[in-house]
């Protein structure tokens, strides 16, 4: 469930709510509810800053409705209006905003309850919280939300729950994700089977809204005890849309050696420490996964974590003779399993935090207090109040350690400097402690103001911040509550130590430095084995070129004398491998939504898919190819143009393309004089002025493009460091709104860990930043020629704007002169980005022009995440409204990733032999209403089944008028070099200029 959470954020594809369903209330939908607002009020995704999930959603709201003017959503984040101000400006915004008919079925106030988050006001804030949870509103807190009523009926949580699906729907277009957690808790309780019918009644009705995804998770046996209380409509609903996903309780000796091994990698690279590729279960002995095996998930990752604890108090590697021991076991014992139940019971009722910020510091203390008891033997914590602040001093065992911190709660405008105030008087009055400010909305993080700069020198001079949202003081308050009724138990001690249900909240774990503190507590001057270096490992291969395909056979089908076609008419591909064979044409508009071509080597994909360039260009509809082996070159070589044909037609029609086509080959990665380079920014033009979360999502695939080029991994502190890199990325493109993002400009403000920058990476450590810059410093080195500000930037519109009046442009660009994969991908990738930028730019309802990625499989894999998957998966989604057709090329179809399919309406498949193409092509051609997949290996050259909407046809190609053979690099090079500025082609037959 939490692999699920983070990669639905980490993608932004949605907001996601997870709870424990094993409340024993009868309103289920009031306990979805309060349970989403506790999810949507933690951090949105770590890596991305301290922003929560609301926040998120709220400026989602804002930026993206179409209807909140640049100066409306200026004055929404001032946090110093007045209440009649804020009515002023939300209550218009929102009447405006309703009447779009995407927001329609949204409940107006939810609208207006987002837009008052804006301002990040702490009174307001609580209100719109309260509105939210659909708990009861004072007469002062409607009045203060412009006469808002409260939502406290019955079925007012499932409406607010409706409508934040339908909000998520219209301002994001991601998925509202509901995971249901061991729903087998109900069994035990009475009315077992009454409960159960109730809840899914809800999920069965929250999940008819169509973008909403509800995940149950519960043990088959009680399912199947429960599913009988059901009735049929409900059943089929959870079994058979879509069937159920049975998972294995317990694990086998290879996957716990899996796991462990995972695990202690990410441990090892966190800690910077190599080791020894052949013992990957080092510290442990490799029978301690056969001596695991059999346990389940859960166990298992429990044992780890004792073994981790065990060793940070102590200071020691595990005890390799008892590490394993039977009386260590990770099931819950039944007397905490039933405090459990309770607390979750507890958690479900409301508990209101006070509008007072001195009895907030009082529930801070007794809360940090309580986590020292929850920490157990070695932690012990205690606090004073001293006015408006509080000194909380950490005393740590064996080692006698001691941490003191200062905490205030900061909570005032930042207009004025009154903020700035605080957290200066703050830092002063800490002396030498650590100087920790509070504060119950976001801190300010706009990089365009000076007290962003502020909060970053004070993070930077070893102060800490913490944002303790609403739903972390709610969790405070009912554990006071919950000990006053259980803790006079003799087992509550053990459970408080294993729930953990304060010190696992995200601002206490920030306030306390937990992670830190765990290490620091068991820290000791023993010594400790060192694990062993790694072995080298070898270099990946480089895959070599594939040979150029063979051009198919069939003769064009061609009119007697050459003209234009009409720019709306169909586009001819060929005919039917019939017995009287008829034309076969495919609608311009088709190519909208974009075309894949697959076959093997030698099966004529190429040809065939620049059939349908060649029509589009003499139609006027210009085209980009990226060409990795030089074939696609040919359009500029005028040996292709001139080569001999007996068939007069076809070079009539080959010189009515060569006449109104304006050919240019692009060389990015070559040096000097050579070719015609192609130089990229760090970013795409415009990243500054995109709405907050996607600019931030194209800040995270340009630190992807440029974590690939270094060789960075997608885990451990690869990852922390590509994090940092993308916010370094999106704070410096909000400063930089109009130049371009140099690498010099971030690779200084990298290595100077700017305040900016440090306030904006949240949690994690500035220490990463050094081997940061140093790499991207390296790259500066090796690779600065592909930034060169003085060469011709990338341009999707210079791309396809032609320099002759009567000619249509035709772009080539070759990746020979990149060198290996990485750069090809990083490349690859700052293009891809590129033509997003465009198609946002640019929407348009009708076909524009094309782009053509041949051996597409590099790009968008099966297997793996380069740094070109993602932003090719937004393309696919984002061209269409921009009438920009991608067209797909691969000679291995079993490598292509399929999951994109539904974003393509044409496909054309060649001969296809191999098992394990066919077998990824069965879910795409399934969806035909004619089974051809035993047909795919005899095919012939140029013989394809075109499928459309389910429609199968038997295809004879039509031959492309140029025949695409490899051209030598080198002479890609000066073809490209004569194609700056030049009317005519400029190279002569045999190279010479």
């Given at each position: 469930m939490r692999?699920?959470r983070?990669q639905?954020?980490?993608?932004?594809k949605?907001?996601?709510?997870?709870?424990?369903?094993t409340?024993a209330?009868s309103?289920?939908?009031?306990?979805v509810?309060r349970?989403?607002?506790?999810?949507?009020d933690?951090p949105?995704?770590?890596?991305f800053g301290?922003?929560t999930?609301?926040?998120?959603?709220?400026n989602?709201?804002?930026?993206?409705?179409?209807?909140?003017?640049?100066?409306?959503?200026a004055?929404l984040?001032?946090?110093?209006?007045?209440?009649e101000?804020?009515?002023d400006?939300?209550?218009p915004i929102?009447?405006r905003?309703?009447?779009?008919?995407?927001?329609?079925?949204v409940?107006?106030?939810?609208?207006?309850?987002?837009?008052?988050l804006q301002?990040?006001q702490p009174?307001?804030?609580?209100?719109?919280?309260k509105?939210?949870?659909?708990?009861p509103?004072t007469?002062?807190?409607?009045?203060?939300?412009?006469?808002?009523?409260g939502?406290?009926?019955?079925?007012?949580?499932?409406?607010?729950l409706?409508?934040?699906?339908?909000?998520i729907?219209?301002?994001?277009?991601?998925?509202?994700?509901v995971c249901?957690?061991?729903?087998?808790d109900?069994?035990?309780?009475?009315?077992?089977g009454q409960?159960f019918r109730?809840?899914?009644?809800?999920?069965v009705?929250?999940?008819e809204?169509p973008?909403?995804?509800?995940?149950?998770?519960?043990?088959?046996?009680?399912?199947?005890?429960l599913?009988?209380?059901?009735?049929?409509s409900?059943?089929?609903r959870?079994?058979?849309?879509p069937t159920?996903i049975?998972?294995?309780?317990?694990?086998?000796?290879?996957?716990?050696r899996q796991i462990?091994?995972r695990r202690l990698?990410?441990?090892y690279?966190?800690?910077e420490?190599?080791v020894?590729?052949?013992e990957?279960?080092?510290p442990?002995?490799?029978?301690i996964a056969e001596?695991?095996?059999?346990?389940?998930t859960?166990?298992?990752?429990?044992?780890?974590?004792?073994?981790?604890?065990?060793s940070?108090t102590?200071g020691?590697?595990?005890?390799l003779?008892?590490t394993a021991s039977?009386?260590e076991?990770?099931?819950?014992p039944?007397?905490?399993?039933?405090l459990?139940?309770?607390?979750?019971?507890?958690l479900?009722?409301?508990?209101?935090?006070?509008?007072?910020d001195r009895?907030?510091?009082?529930?801070?203390?007794?809360?940090?207090?309580r986590?020292g008891?929850?920490?157990?033997?070695g932690?012990h914590?205690t606090t004073?109040?001293?006015?408006e602040y509080?000194?909380a001093d950490?005393h740590?065992?064996?080692?006698?350690?001691?941490e003191?911190?200062?905490l205030?709660l900061?909570?005032?405008s930042?207009?004025?400097g009154?903020?700035?105030k605080?957290i200066?008087?703050l830092q002063?009055?800490?002396g030498?402690r650590i100087?920790v400010?509070?504060?119950t909305?976001?801190?300010?993080?706009?990089?365009?103001?000076?007290?962003?700069?502020?909060i970053?020198?004070f993070?930077s001079?070893?102060?800490?911040r913490?944002?303790?949202?609403?739903?972390?003081?709610?969790?405070?308050?009912a554990i006071?509550s919950?000990?006053?009724?259980?803790?006079d138990?003799?087992?509550?001690?053990?459970w408080?130590?294993?729930?953990?249900?304060?010190?696992q909240l995200?601002?206490?774990q920030?306030?306390?430095?937990l992670?830190?503190?765990?290490i620091?507590?068991g820290?000791?001057?023993?010594s400790?084995?060192?694990?062993?270096?790694?072995t080298?490992?070898?270099?990946?291969?480089?895959?070599?070129?594939?040979?150029p395909?063979d051009?198919?056979?069939?003769?064009?089908d061609?009119?007697a004398e050459?003209?234009?076609?009409?720019?709306?008419?169909?586009?001819?591909l060929g005919?039917?491998?019939?017995?009287?064979?008829?034309?076969?044409d495919?609608?311009?508009?088709?190519?909208?939504?974009h075309?894949?071509?697959?076959g093997?080597?030698?099966?004529?994909?190429?040809?065939?898919?620049?059939t349908?360039?060649?029509q589009?260009?003499?139609?006027?509809?210009p085209a980009i190819l990226?060409?990795?082996?030089?074939?696609?070159?040919?359009?500029?070589?005028?040996e292709a143009?001139e080569?001999?044909?007996?068939?007069?037609?076809?070079?009539?029609y080959?010189?009515?393309?060569?006449?109104h086509?304006?050919?240019?080959v692009?060389?990015p990665?070559?040096l000097?004089?050579?070719g015609?380079?192609?130089?990229?920014?760090?970013?795409?033009?415009g990243?500054?002025?995109l709405?907050?979360?996607e600019r931030?999502q194209?800040?995270?695939?340009?630190?992807?493009?440029?974590g690939?080029?270094?060789?960075?991994k997608?885990?451990g502190?690869d990852?922390?460091r590509?994090?940092i890199?993308g916010?370094?990325?999106?704070?410096l493109s909000?400063?930089q709104t109009?130049?371009?993002?140099s690498?010099?400009?971030?690779i200084?403000?990298?290595?100077?860990q700017?305040p900016?920058?440090?306030?904006?990476?949240?949690?994690l450590?500035?220490k990463?930043c050094k081997k940061?810059?140093e790499?991207?410093q390296?790259?500066?080195l090796m690779?600065?020629?592909l930034?060169?500000?003085?060469?011709?930037?990338?341009s999707?519109?210079?791309?396809?704007a032609s320099s002759?009046p009567?000619?249509t442009?035709?772009?080539?660009?070759?990746l020979?002169?990149?060198?290996?994969n990485a750069?090809i991908?990083?490349?690859?990738s700052q293009?891809?980005?590129?033509?997003?930028?465009?198609a946002q730019?640019?929407?348009?309802?009708?076909?524009q022009?094309?782009?053509?990625?041949?051996?597409?499989d590099?790009?968008?894999p099966?297997?793996?995440?380069?740094?070109?998957?993602?932003?090719?998966?937004?393309?696919l989604k984002?061209?269409?409204?921009?009438?920009l057709?991608i067209l797909?090329?691969?000679?291995?179809?079993?490598d292509?990733?399929?999951k994109?399919?539904?974003?393509?309406?044409?496909?054309?498949?060649?001969?296809?032999?191999?098992?394990?193409a066919?077998?990824?092509l069965?879910p795409m051609?399934?969806?035909?209403k004619?089974d051809v997949?035993?047909k795919?290996?005899n095919q012939q050259v140029?013989e394809f089944f075109?499928i459309?909407?389910g429609?199968?046809?038997?295809?004879?190609?039509?031959?492309s008028l140029?025949r695409?053979?490899?051209?030598?690099?080198?002479m890609?090079?000066?073809?490209?070099?004569?194609s700056v500025?030049q009317?005519?082609?400029g190279?002569?037959?045999g190279g010479a200029?």
């Amino acid at each position: 469930m939490r692999f699920f959470r983070n990669q639905t954020h980490e993608q932004q594809k949605g907001f996601f709510s997870y709870m424990q369903m094993t409340s024993a209330v009868s309103n289920y939908a009031r306990y979805v509810l309060r349970n989403t607002i506790d999810s949507f009020d933690k951090p949105y995704y770590e890596p991305f800053g301290p922003k929560t999930g609301l926040i998120e959603f709220s400026n989602a709201l804002a930026e993206s409705s179409g209807v909140v003017t640049p100066n409306e959503l200026a004055l929404l984040k001032e946090d110093d209006l007045s209440q009649e101000e804020l009515i002023d400006l939300i209550y218009p915004i929102a009447d405006r905003v309703i009447a779009l008919p995407q927001f329609n079925g949204v409940d107006i106030d939810v609208i207006r309850a987002l837009l008052y988050l804006q301002p990040g006001q702490p009174a307001i804030s609580a209100k719109v919280l309260k509105l939210l949870r659909c708990e009861p509103l004072t007469p002062y807190d409607s009045r203060v939300l412009g006469g808002v009523v409260g939502r406290d009926h019955d079925d007012d949580p499932l409406r607010m729950l409706r409508s934040f699906a339908l909000l998520i729907q219209a301002v994001t277009g991601g998925a509202f994700v509901v995971c249901l957690d061991q729903l087998e808790d109900i069994h035990s309780m009475d009315e077992a089977g009454q409960r159960f019918r109730r809840a899914v009644q809800t999920i069965v009705t929250l999940a008819e809204i169509p973008n909403v995804i509800v995940v149950l998770s519960c043990l088959e046996s009680f399912y199947d005890l429960l599913k009988q209380h059901l009735p049929k409509s409900h059943l089929d609903r959870l079994e058979l849309d879509p069937t159920p996903i049975s998972l294995s309780a317990r694990r086998s000796e290879d996957e716990v050696r899996q796991i462990l091994s995972r695990r202690l990698q990410n441990l090892y690279e966190l800690a910077e420490i190599s080791v020894n590729s052949d013992e990957a279960l080092y510290p442990f002995p490799d029978s301690i996964a056969e001596t695991l095996a059999g346990q389940t998930t859960r166990d298992v990752l429990e044992w780890c974590r004792r073994q981790r604890e065990k060793s940070i108090t102590t200071g020691q590697l595990p005890d390799l003779d008892a590490t394993a021991s039977g009386s260590e076991n990770g099931s819950k014992p039944s007397e905490d399993y039933e405090l459990s139940q309770h607390w979750n019971d507890h958690l479900a009722e409301s508990f209101e935090p006070s509008d007072d910020d001195r009895d907030l510091v009082y529930l801070m203390g007794n809360s940090i207090q309580r986590c020292g008891q929850e920490l157990g033997h070695g932690y012990h914590f205690t606090t004073q109040i001293d006015g408006e602040y509080m000194t909380a001093d950490l005393h740590l065992e064996p080692n006698n350690s001691r941490e003191s911190l200062r905490l205030g709660l900061c909570q005032k405008s930042s207009k004025g400097g009154a903020l700035a105030k605080q957290i200066r008087e703050l830092q002063q009055n800490a002396g030498d402690r650590i100087p920790v400010a509070l504060r119950t909305t976001e801190f300010p993080n706009n990089p365009r103001t000076q007290i962003a700069q502020q909060i970053g020198t004070f993070l930077s001079q070893g102060g800490r911040r913490a944002q303790v949202a609403d739903s972390d003081w709610r969790t405070m308050l009912a554990i006071q509550s919950f000990e006053q009724q259980y803790g006079d138990r003799p087992e509550y001690p053990a459970w408080l130590q294993a729930e953990k249900p304060l010190s696992q909240l995200p601002s206490l774990q920030r306030i306390l430095d937990l992670a830190n503190l765990k290490i620091a507590a068991g820290s000791t001057s023993s010594s400790q084995p060192q694990p062993t270096p790694p072995t080298p490992q070898p270099p990946a291969t480089k895959p070599g070129d594939n040979a150029p395909e063979d051009a198919p056979k069939p003769s064009p089908d061609l009119e007697a004398e050459p003209t234009l076609p009409e720019p709306v008419s169909a586009i001819p591909l060929g005919q039917t491998r019939t017995t009287v064979p008829t034309p076969v044409d495919l609608p311009r508009e088709a190519l909208v939504r974009h075309a894949a071509f697959l076959g093997g080597s030698g099966s004529g994909k190429t040809t065939l898919a620049l059939t349908l360039i060649e029509q589009l260009l003499l139609r006027g509809v210009p085209a980009i190819l990226l060409d990795r082996k030089g074939d696609l070159c040919s359009y500029a070589n005028p040996e292709a143009w001139e080569q001999p044909t007996d068939n007069p037609r076809l070079m009539a029609y080959r010189q009515l393309l060569r006449d109104h086509t304006d050919v240019a080959v692009y060389t990015p990665g070559t040096l000097g004089n050579a070719g015609r380079p192609l130089s990229i920014a760090i970013t795409p033009p415009g990243l500054g002025q995109l709405p907050s979360a996607e600019r931030q999502q194209m800040a995270n695939y340009c630190a992807a493009a440029l974590g690939g080029i270094m060789g960075y991994k997608s885990a451990g502190l690869d990852k922390i460091r590509m994090a940092i890199l993308g916010q370094a990325i999106a704070v410096l493109s909000t400063l930089q709104t109009d130049n371009p993002l140099s690498i010099d400009r971030l690779i200084s403000f990298i290595a100077e860990q700017d305040p900016l920058l440090v306030n904006a990476i949240g949690v994690l450590d500035p220490k990463h930043c050094k081997k940061l810059a140093e790499d991207l410093q390296t790259l500066s080195l090796m690779a600065g020629h592909l930034f060169n500000p003085q060469c011709e930037q990338l341009s999707t519109e210079q791309l396809l704007a032609s320099s002759h009046p009567q000619k249509t442009r035709l772009s080539v660009i070759n990746l020979g002169s990149l060198g290996d994969n990485a750069s090809i991908l990083f490349w690859v990738s700052q293009f891809l980005l590129n033509l997003n930028r465009y198609a946002q730019q640019h929407p348009s309802g009708q076909l524009q022009a094309v782009v053509l990625f041949d051996e597409a499989d590099l790009y968008l894999p099966a297997q793996g995440k380069p740094s070109t998957k993602e932003p090719m998966e937004s393309l696919l989604k984002r061209a269409r409204s921009a009438g920009l057709g991608i067209l797909l090329a691969t000679q291995s179809p079993g490598d292509l990733d399929y999951k994109c399919r539904d974003q393509i309406s044409s496909w054309f498949v060649g001969k296809v032999k191999e098992n394990t193409a066919l077998n990824k092509l069965k879910p795409m051609l399934s969806e035909a209403k004619t089974d051809v997949t035993s047909k795919l290996a005899n095919q012939q050259v140029g013989e394809f089944f075109a499928i459309r909407a389910g429609e199968v046809t038997s295809l004879k190609a039509n031959l492309s008028l140029i025949r695409a053979e490899q051209v030598p690099l080198e002479m890609v090079q000066a073809l490209a070099a004569s194609s700056v500025n030049q009317p005519q082609f400029g190279i002569r037959k045999g190279g010479a200029l």
